[in-house]
C-alpha cells in the first residue's frame, strides 16, 4: 500500500531533480558561489574520505534526514478535525520532504566542493522557505493549489536575482525570510496561542543562528569552542532546530474554515 506521505515526497523529488537538471545545463555559471575548504573554519581530516574530510560538517546532515522521516510519520494535531483534501497532512509532507531531502543535498556539497552541488544547495534553500509561506496562507484562504505551486515557481525565480550580483541569492533569501517572518506573525496574530507564540519565537531565534553562526564561521574559530565544532555546524544545528520548530507552529494552529472552501 501507497505510504500517505509518498505523494508529497514524489513530488518534492522530482522537483528537486529538476533544479539539478537545470544546473547542469551552466544556466547559472555567472553566479558567485563560494566553493572550496578554505571556506569552512573545521579543519578537513586527510586520512578520511571526502565525504567525512570535514566530520561534524558533513554528518550534521543526519539531522536533516532523521528530522523528515520524523515529521513525514508524524500526524498533524490537524489530522484530529478531517480535512476532505488531507490538506495539513500534504503541506507537513512535503514540508518534511524538503527537510530529507536537503540534508544529501548539503552533504554532497561539503563532500564534492564542486560547483554545481554549491548552487543546487543555494537554489532549493530558497522553497524550503516559501513554503511556510504556502501553509500561512492554507490557513487563511484554504486549499489553493495551483496558489501554492505558482509562490514555489516564483520562489525559484527568484533565485534568478543571482545572476543579477554577486549577493543575489543573499537578497533572495533574506526576501524570503522576511516574508516568512511576516505571514508567520500575520497567523499568531489571528489563530495563535501562547503555545504557538513560544514557537514562533523559539523558531525565529533558530533562524538567527542559523544565519549569524555560517556568517561568522571562520571569526568564531579563533575561539577555542569553536575550532572544531564551528559556526557553520552550529549553524546547521539551529537550521534543523527552525524547521522543528517551524512545523511545530505551523501544525499548532487551526485552519480557517471557509464556506467556499473545496
Same mark, same amino acid.
Not at 170 to 191: F, K, S, W, Y
Given at each position: 500500500?501507497?505510504?500517505?506521505?509518498?505523494?508529497?515526497?514524489?513530488?518534492?523529488?522530482?522537483?528537486?531533480? #529538476?533544479?539539478? &537538471?537545470?544546473?547542469?545545463?551552466?544556466?547559472?555559471?555567472?553566479?558567485?558561489?563560494?566553493?572550496?575548504?578554505?571556506?569552512?573554519?573545521?579543519?578537513?581530516?586527510?586520512?578520511?574520505? $571526502?565525504?567525512?574530510?570535514?566530520?561534524?560538517?558533513?554528518?550534521?546532515?543526519? &539531522? !536533516?534526514?532523521?528530522?523528515?522521516?520524523? /515529521?513525514?510519520?508524524?500526524?498533524?494535531?490537524?489530522?484530529?478535525?478531517?480535512?476532505?483534501?488531507?490538506?495539513?497532512? !500534504? @503541506?507537513?509532507?512535503?514540508?518534511?520532504?524538503?527537510?530529507?531531502?536537503?540534508?544529501?543535498?548539503?552533504?554532497?556539497?561539503?563532500?564534492?566542493?564542486?560547483?554545481?552541488?554549491?548552487?543546487?544547495?543555494?537554489?532549493?534553500?530558497?522553497?524550503?522557505? $516559501?513554503?511556510?509561506?504556502?501553509?500561512?496562507? !492554507?490557513?487563511?484562504?484554504?486549499?489553493?493549489? /495551483?496558489?501554492?505551486?505558482?509562490?514555489?515557481?516564483?520562489? #525559484?525565480?527568484? !533565485?534568478?536575482? $543571482?545572476?543579477?550580483?554577486?549577493?543575489?541569492?543573499?537578497?533572495? @533569501?533574506?526576501?524570503?525570510?522576511?516574508?516568512?517572518?511576516?505571514?508567520?506573525?500575520?497567523?499568531?496574530?489571528?489563530?495563535?496561542?501562547?503555545?504557538?507564540?513560544?514557537?514562533?519565537?523559539?523558531?525565529?531565534?533558530?533562524? #538567527?543562528?542559523?544565519?549569524?553562526?555560517?556568517?561568522?564561521?571562520?571569526? #568564531?574559530?579563533?575561539?577555542?569552542?569553536?575550532?572544531?565544532?564551528?559556526?557553520?555546524?552550529?549553524?546547521?544545528?539551529?537550521?534543523?532546530?527552525?524547521?522543528?520548530? &517551524?512545523?511545530?507552529?505551523?501544525?499548532?494552529?487551526?485552519?480557517?474554515?471557509?464556506?467556499?472552501?473545496?
Amino acid at each position: 500500500m501507497k505510504p500517505e506521505w509518498g505523494p508529497a515526497l514524489a513530488h518534492v523529488t522530482l522537483a528537486t531533480s #529538476l533544479c539539478a &537538471a537545470v544546473v547542469s545545463t551552466g544556466i547559472f555559471d555567472g553566479v558567485a558561489v563560494q566553493v572550496g575548504l578554505q571556506h569552512y573554519a573545521e579543519q578537513p581530516l586527510a586520512h578520511l574520505p $571526502a565525504f567525512l574530510a570535514m566530520p561534524f560538517n558533513s554528518l550534521v546532515n543526519v &539531522a !536533516y534526514m532523521l528530522l523528515g522521516c520524523y /515529521w513525514l510519520w508524524r500526524k498533524p494535531p490537524t489530522a484530529r478535525h478531517p480535512d476532505p483534501k488531507a490538506a495539513p497532512r !500534504y @503541506l507537513q509532507h512535503v514540508f518534511a520532504s524538503m527537510a530529507l531531502l536537503y540534508g544529501p543535498v548539503q552533504w554532497v556539497r561539503i563532500g564534492t566542493q564542486a560547483r554545481a552541488a554549491a548552487l543546487l544547495d543555494q537554489w532549493v534553500t530558497l522553497p524550503i522557505f $516559501a513554503w511556510p509561506v504556502a501553509w500561512c496562507l !492554507y490557513l487563511d484562504r484554504g486549499w489553493r493549489p /495551483w496558489c501554492f505551486l505558482g509562490l514555489e515557481c516564483l520562489s #525559484l525565480c527568484s !533565485y534568478g536575482l $543571482a545572476l543579477l550580483h554577486p549577493q543575489g541569492f543573499e537578497l533572495a @533569501l533574506g526576501g524570503h525570510i522576511a516574508v516568512a517572518v511576516g505571514q508567520a506573525l500575520r497567523a499568531q496574530g489571528h489563530r495563535g496561542s501562547s503555545t504557538s507564540a513560544t514557537y514562533l519565537v523559539l523558531a525565529v531565534l533558530s533562524c #538567527l543562528g542559523f544565519v549569524g553562526l555560517k556568517l561568522a564561521d571562520q571569526e #568564531l574559530a579563533h575561539w577555542a569552542p569553536f575550532r572544531r565544532l564551528t559556526g557553520h555546524f552550529w549553524s546547521k544545528v539551529c537550521d534543523v532546530l527552525q524547521f522543528h520548530f &517551524a512545523f511545530l507552529f505551523l501544525s499548532t494552529l487551526s485552519p480557517q474554515r471557509l464556506a467556499h472552501q473545496d
